[in-house]
């Protein structure tokens, strides 16, 4: 985790993002194997991405880094959101990724914001 704050890259809310899906993915393979677990991972990985990015769009928008105008962000977002349905639901449609379990992974995100909250020191 990079702690440079001016681009926006130091997330604190990522490691218990990342913590919570890592119990969220082991339990699933323990409990429902090795399918339900890399569909549980998968999860986590896009929640990961995906606040990763916003983090990332927020901070140019709002003017965190001058050198950047927020306007010129706008359509990354919409193909941000855009790629990321699509992706899911190819995943989803060819079955390689189980639903429930993804969205187990999913889940990692706002636990993981919460428990950062809830911490914050």
């Known amino acids: 985790m990079a702690t440079d704050e001016k681009d926006g890259s130091r997330i604190p809310a990522l490691r218990p993002v990342l913590i919570v899906g890592a119990v969220f993915t082991l339990a699933a393979a323990i409990l429902f194997g090795v399918h339900a677990s890399v569909s549980t991972a998968a999860g986590v990985a896009v929640a990961v991405l995906d606040l990763?990015?916003?983090t990332r769009?927020?901070?140019l928008m709002t003017?965190?880094?001058?050198?950047?105008?927020?306007?010129?962000?706008a359509?990354?977002?919409l193909v941000k959101f855009l790629v990321l349905f699509s992706?899911?639901?190819i995943l989803l449609s060819l079955k390689v990724i189980l639903p429930?379990?993804?969205?187990t992974g999913l889940g990692a995100l706002p636990l993981?914001?919460?428990?950062q909250g809830l911490f914050r020191g």
Do not use: E
Not at 63 to 73: F, K, L, Y
Not at 100 to 103: A, D, G, T
Not at 112 to 115: A, D, E, L, R
């Open 52 to 54: 990763w990015v916003i």
């Open 57 to 59: 769009m927020v901070s």
């Open 63 to 73: 003017g965190i880094d001058p050198s950047q105008q927020g306007s010129r962000w």
């Open 75 to 77: 359509p990354i977002v």
């Open 87 to 89: 992706g899911v639901i």
């Open 100 to 103: 429930l379990p993804f969205l």
């Open 112 to 115: 993981g914001i919460v428990i």
